[in-house]
Structure formats: structure tokens, C-alpha cells
């Protein structure tokens, strides 16, 4: 999917994104990539309904987005499910800017398992800091 415009002046914007499905992942990375000055990411993380059925996963995700001016990202709602992970890892890894990406927790899973996964994924920026409120 790509949006028939580039967003210029697009500098902040908040989402709220079922990570879960790949379709809502993918239009949300088509507005990423038609925002080349986007600096600020606010997330908020919706949780499947009981209709849900799987999707392919994050991780097979082939998009390579480079948001070179992306500073400092947020995601709320976050619970430590494998696909929020997996955008996280995603998001790290398209960002050379990147300063800070604070999560919100609010999962129910084993959070010092969860934590390790996220303090381990590769940055392609050297000064990303991952910051993790409870």
C-alpha cells in the first residue's frame, strides 16, 4: 500500500496500532515512509479481540524504511506480547537518529523476560535509549 501524497510538514503524529495485524503495520509504514521529517512517534497499542485470527508476523515484515529523522518515539498499552516486541526491534532498527523510545507497560507476561528482549535488540543508532515505565 502507498499513500498518493508525501507528508513534508509531518513532523509529530500518534497512532494507535493493532501491531497484530499486518495490515494495520504496513499502512502505518507507508505513512512513516511518506513523512521524511517525521521527528516524534507517539504509538498506542490495541490488544486482539476474540476474532481475531493470526496474521503473517512482524518479523517476516520485508519493508526497510529509513526515518532518518525520527528523535524520540513512544508506545503505550505496551504488553510484552511477541509482535510488540517484533515492531520494537523493527522500529530500532530504522531509526539511525533515533535518542529515545519510551514504553509504557502494562502487560501481564513475565515482564524480566520481556525486558531482557528489549534491552538486547540491535539499535542502528548508537545513542537509542530504550526506556521502560511501569
Avoid at 497512532?15 to 499502512?27: E, M, N
Avoid at 514504553?103 to 538486547?120: H, M, N, Y
Amino acid at each position: 500500500m502507498k499513500l498518493p501524497a508525501v507528508f513534508t510538514r509531518l513532523e509529530h503524529i500518534y497512532l494507535t496500532i493493532c501491531f497484530w495485524d499486518q495490515r494495520q503495520v504496513l499502512a502505518a509504514c507507508s505513512l512513516f515512509q511518506n513523512a521524511p521529517n517525521l521527528k516524534r512517534l507517539n504509538m498506542r497499542s490495541r490488544f486482539p479481540g476474540p476474532w481475531y485470527q493470526d496474521q503473517a508476523s512482524i518479523q517476516e515484515l520485508t519493508v526497510q524504511l529509513q526515518m532518518d529523522h525520527l528523535v524520540t518515539a513512544s508506545m503505550e498499552g505496551f504488553a510484552g506480547l511477541d509482535y510488540e516486541v517484533d515492531f520494537v526491534a523493527k522500529l530500532l532498527s530504522w531509526a539511525p537518529a533515533l535518542e529515545e523510545l519510551e514504553i509504557e507497560w502494562e502487560g501481564e507476561t513475565d515482564c524480566s523476560r520481556v525486558l531482557a528482549k528489549l534491552l538486547a535488540l540491535p539499535r542502528v543508532s548508537p545513542r537509542a535509549k530504550v526506556i521502560v515505565t511501569f
